[in-house]
């Protein structure tokens, strides 16, 4: 057997009911076999895989607090400490009732090649819980976000792990997090990213992860003799990554005609009202159903059913295994040239082995994504030198981060025989770099 198929098993083995993490590793390793029967001999002496797809750390601990019945809640809260080795743990706290450990271990696992694409002095992190802020009051966020920091704040600093939003996760409970930790570790440092502007956070933060999906997709398509202005677009989602890959593919010149949430889904043939959205979303908190009253013409529809509109270009930017394999054949029928993914991990390994099979560019969301966290690199960046950079600063910054990742991750695949498999190329250039430095570093 060979040393990938044989961590592969063990990973399976030793963390059972953890399907996520599994996909996730599976998808890295297998991508990644090129190069390791290159070195097997080393890695496998070395236990470098071993070593690898083991978090250096896992807490699990209790949440408690009060609701604003006077009923004490409970909660379980996560951080996964996985690969130090080019930087401070750096990923997102994920509040969803789907989380847990399998879940942010697939998460972390992911964050340590997406964080070293970047570029960046950053390693792979994340963390989370099951608690559900929606539909919560302001206080009753407050009392969770105060109680899950009061554990984590033992384990988080500026130069050993900084979390960041997620799912979930937005200013308000980064704020509240913020000032927890800060009360009770007497600090103010960049021990958060995605704070407000008023108390060190970064402009273009927010706009970040979909402007970067856009700066990256647009560059893959460009090496490959596409442009992406006037291509129809659909995009999943309507959270910040949705709305800002929207505003970013409309000044491209592009035309995004769907959104969705967790009920259904709209489809606007004159091309998606970003200001309604951000309306309904980011100030009303409401549902797509409003839309209409924003766009009488446009149409909702309950459940799924972003990917059955015909569209050149799909942007799956929701959560994880959203698009399927019978989506992928609907999409290549209908002509779709290239799907980058703003989620994480958005497309089944069945749907991503039939685009490529079929001519579709891909691009992963360790790649296509990583404008997120390569925003809160810089953010920290800027915590550091006690500075604040101009919008345009760090939109420029993130747009040469991000057409330098879509050059890597072409680049390594050409060089392993693989040209055109971005999957394997962003793989590969986000494990090389590192392997070198725990190779470096010996045996820890």
């Known amino acids: 057997m060979s040393y990938v198929d044989e961590v592969i098993e063990l990973v399976v083995k030793k963390n059972p009911a953890e399907p996520e993490f599994h996909q996730a590793v599976k998808e890295v390793l297998e991508s990644l076999r090129v190069v390791v029967e290159a070195n097997e001999e080393r890695y496998r002496k070395d236990a470098l895989l071993e070593r690898l797809v083991e978090p250096e750390r896992q807490l699990k601990f209790r949440v408690p607090w009060v609701d604003d019945n006077g009923q004490v809640q409970v909660n379980t809260g996560y951080r996964v400490q996985f690969n130090s080795a080019i930087g401070p743990y750096k990923g997102g706290l994920r509040l969803h009732p789907s989380v847990n450990l399998g879940i942010i271990k697939f998460l972390g696992f992911e964050q340590i090649f997406k964080n070293s694409l970047t570029g960046l002095p950053i390693g792979g992190g994340k963390g989370g819980s099951d608690f559900d802020p929606k539909g919560k009051s302001d206080r009753e966020v407050m009392a969770f976000c105060q109680s899950f920091m009061t554990e984590l704040c033992k384990y988080i600093g500026a130069d050993t792990d900084v979390p960041a939003g997620d799912i979930g996760t937005g200013a308000r409970e980064i704020g509240y997090m913020y000032g927890q930790y800060k009360r009770i570790r007497g600090l103010f440092e960049g ?28 560059e ?7 442009e992406i202005a006037g291509k129809t677009i659909a995009v999943s989602g309507s959270g910040n990554v949705a709305i800002y890959a929207i505003e970013k593919a409309h000044e491209m010149g592009a035309k995004c005609v769907t959104a969705s949430d967790s009920t259904g889904w709209i489809y606007d043939s004159e091309g998606i009202d970003v200001a309604a959205l951000k309306e309904i979303k980011e100030v009303r908190r409401a549902r797509l159903t409003e839309y209409q009253s924003y766009r009488p013409n446009s149409e909702y529809h309950e459940g799924r059913g972003v990917w059955s509109v015909k569209v050149d270009v799909a942007l799956p930017c929701a959560t994880q295994n959203e698009l399927h394999l019978e989506d992928a054949k609907t999409l290549t029928a209908n002509g779709c040239v290239a799907v980058a993914e703003g989620a994480n991990m958005p497309t089944t390994l069945e749907a991503t082995e039939y685009l490529q099979s079929n001519g579709v560019l891909f691009a992963p969301g360790k790649a296509a994504n990583a404008g997120g966290v390569a925003t809160s690199a810089l953010e920290m960046s800027q915590n550091s030198e006690r500075l604040s950079w101009t919008f345009e600063e760090v939109d420029a910054r993130l747009q040469r981060i991000m057409v330098n990742i879509c050059h890597d991750m072409a680049d390594s695949a050409e060089r392993y025989g693989c040209k055109g498999n971005y999957v394997i190329g962003a793989n590969i250039a986000g494990f090389e770099k590192v392997v070198a430095a725990m190779e470096a570093q010996g045996i820890v």
């Open 191 to 218: 021990v958060l990213t995605g704070k407000g502007l008023t108390y060190g956070g970064s402009l273009a933060r927010t706009e970040a992860t979909g402007y970067g999906l856009l700066y990256l997709t647009a």
């Open 220 to 226: 893959m398509m460009k090496i490959n003799g596409i």
